[in-house]
């Protein structure tokens, strides 16, 4: 363990989370991931106006989602040692430069470096920002985290509803109109870094001594690779639903484009949902029977799924994706817990791997569904849930290390 951890307050920790510093975060985090679903909500506009095919959508969202996977947990490594009060604001810009460089490509190699660059945004983004939520969360790290992450997913779940009423109709280039919303970002997290920098300080290795002293490295280790496998599941079923399912709905029930994203717009909007509770009822009941709950709790929605009528569909992913979204905000708490003095590093790791897993889940759905069909991919994808029974081997956390 490093003796240079996370970034905590030189006064005692706050006793109360402090509410306008997270609620900053989350609507940057809003905005920020607005900016990138604008991305997978222009999939059917892109396919068509650059006659691509399934494969090369896969390959965008690998682009964009890789970039962010390989950068996240360098940045964490790197802020753990040297926090960077402003390289939310920086990580904000470069979103605006990809963003820019989306509305105006015109060939498949220039929407690849788009997805690239909003992906390094991304990957400067989210390590920091979730180091300060923890910071501000006055000891509700579950309540910071979903706070925090509500955002990112209620942006993700406006993102293809702002495409359907504004980028649909106008084309690619009024996809400009949103570098107003990564600006107001920016200008956000200038003042959040302010407000961080002067509470920067490397505590010393008190925490990770606590942790060695309760738990074995190779139990902390396996654990870690347990969490890192949930993830897999809950992105790799997402990555099929986020860049596919506006194809699958139209392929298999004949509707409409706009539809399509309306109904993208329902199942992300449950993800915010689910997202919001799963972190302050960890807080409460702990962090393993919200796990449970959410990953395989999830199954027989997603199994159901490929089975039934557009109704109905409709439900089960609504469904699928509020049970299964409350896992993340209490996997990264329950990982920062066994490894508390690396914050930021297991915070660019798990979001970072988060991004990388639904990367290569799109590259490899989309060459399954080329290859089979659609409908064969969501057949294959509702088995994934059942991953969650890998929670039998994680360790309850001590009551000594879960601070």
């Given at each position: ?14 006793t ?14 809003l ?9 997978p ?6 396919k068509?106006?650059l006659?691509?095919?399934f ?8 682009s ?6 390989l950068?996240q947990p360098?940045v964490g ?7 960077q009060?402003y ?7 470069c ?13 498949f ?15 400067i983004?989210?390590?920091?920002a979730s ?10 790290h ?9 955002g ?15 980028v ?18 920016f ?9 961080y920098?002067?509470?920067?300080v ?15 490295r ?5 654990s ?7 993830v ?12 596919y ?5 139209i ?56 089975h039934?009528g ?7 992913s ?11 905000p209490?996997i ?12 930021g590093?297991v915070?660019g ?5 988060a991004?990388?897993?639904?990367g ?13 069909s ?7 994808c509702?088995?994934?849930?059942a ?12 009551a000594?290390?879960a601070?």
């Amino acid at each position: 363990m490093s003796a240079h951890v996370e970034a905590t307050p030189a006064k005692p920790l706050l006793t109360v989370a402090t509410l306008p510093i997270l609620f900053a975060l989350s609507g940057a985090h809003l905005l920020n991931d607005l900016v990138q679903s604008l991305l997978p909500a222009i999939y059917p506009l892109l396919k068509e106006e650059l006659s691509l095919n399934f494969s090369q959508i896969g390959l965008i969202t690998f682009s964009f989602q890789v970039t962010a996977s390989l950068l996240q947990p360098l940045v964490g490594l790197y802020t753990d040692r040297k926090p960077q009060p402003y390289s939310l604001a920086v990580g904000m810009l470069c979103s605006l430069a990809g963003l820019l460089l989306l509305s105006y490509a015109m060939n498949f190699g220039l929407v690849l470096l788009a997805a690239g660059v909003i992906g390094t945004g991304s990957s400067i983004f989210h390590p920091e920002a979730s180091r300060v939520a923890r910071l501000a969360s006055g000891g509700r790290h579950g309540f910071a985290q979903s706070l925090f992450q509500v955002g990112g997913n209620t942006g993700q779940a406006i993102g293809p509803l702002l495409a359907a009423l504004i980028v649909m109709p106008r084309g690619q280039s009024s996809l400009a109109w949103f570098s107003i919303a990564t600006l107001i970002g920016f200008v956000v997290l200038w003042q959040v870094g302010s407000w961080y920098k002067p509470r920067i300080v490397l505590r010393k290795k008190g925490a990770a001594a606590v942790v060695a002293a309760v738990m074995s490295r190779q139990k902390i280790i396996w654990s870690i690779v347990i969490l890192l496998m949930l993830v897999f599941s809950k992105n790799f079923y997402f990555a099929s639903l986020t860049s596919y399912y506006t194809f699958y709905l139209i392929h298999k029930f004949g509707v409409s484009v706009e539809t399509s994203q309306l109904l993208l717009f329902l199942f992300l909007a449950a993800i915010a949902s689910g997202t919001f509770l799963g972190g302050p009822i960890g807080d409460r009941i702990g962090r393993r029977p919200v796990m449970w709950v959410s990953i395989l709790g999830a199954l027989p929605f997603t199994l159901a799924m490929p089975h039934v009528g557009l109704p109905a569909t409709v439900v089960l992913s609504m469904a699928a994706g509020f049970v299964m979204a409350s896992a993340f905000p209490t996997i990264v708490v329950y990982a920062q817990e066994l490894m508390p003095g690396r914050v930021g590093m297991v915070a660019g790791l798990f979001f970072g791997l988060a991004f990388g897993f639904s990367g290569v889940a799109a590259a490899l759905l989309g060459a399954l569904a080329d290859y089979t069909s659609i409908e064969y991919v969501y057949l294959v994808c509702s088995f994934l849930p059942a991953i969650g029974i890998l929670l039998l081997f994680l360790p309850r956390i001590p009551a000594a290390m879960a601070r």
